[in-house]
């Protein structure tokens, strides 16, 4: 595996990850799970701060939602797979800003 093949794996692990614990983290904190909905609450302060929470969960908020649709509504392959590969994408590009914000900051090298 090549270097660069590594590396945007790494990013998609981390990506996923930093998802999932921030979506985890806010339903144990509000007791209900994040969802684009937390947009539809009009202007307000809250709306305006759910937007980077949402740029970094959207990956598990976008998987969470088609694997359950997938199960419930018995939505089709195409539709699945192509959930999959946006939140895939969206996952390796939110892990490559945090990694590249680590570095950044001095805490990789």
Known sequence: ?????????????IGFALAGALASGYQAM???P???GL???GVAPKTFAAVPFL??????IIMRNT?????IERRRFEFVMMA???SGFWSMMSGTF????????GVLT
């Open 84 to 86: 999959t590969v946006l």
């Open 1 to 13: 595996m090549s270097p660069d093949a590594l590396n945007s794996l790494f990013a998609l692990c």
């Open 98 to 105: 945090f990694l590249m914000t680590l570095r950044a900051a």
């Open 30 to 32: 509000a007791a209900r």
């Open 39 to 41: 947009l539809g609450e």
């Open 55 to 60: 740029v970094f969960a959207a990956p598990f």
């Open 34 to 36: 994040a969802g684009f």
């Open 67 to 71: 694997l359950r649709g997938a199960k």
